[in-house]
């Protein structure tokens, strides 16, 4: 796979999450029309998602580098 030049990693590390793993942890409901919400906080990406059906809140936390 080629790398994508002009991507910053917060680009990237948001596309990745939002491929992937938005399956609830609670009721393993997928949400494929959901996605994360992102917050940042200093050197550190945090990614919240909450769950339409159960309300649990799903969070990771990705510290760049
Ligand atoms: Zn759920």
New binding site residues.
């Given amino acids: 796979m080629a790398i994508q030049k002009g991507r910053s990693p917060f680009d990237r590390l948001k596309q990745m999450f939002d491929r992937s793993d938005l399956r ?1 942890p ?4 997928v949400d494929v029309e959901g996605g994360w919400r992102v917050t940042t906080t200093g050197s550190r990406v945090r990614y919240q998602h909450v ?1 339409p ?4 809140i799903d969070t990771k936390e990705v510290r760049l580098e």
């Fill in positions: 609830c609670e009721c393993g409901y769950c059906k159960c309300n649990a």
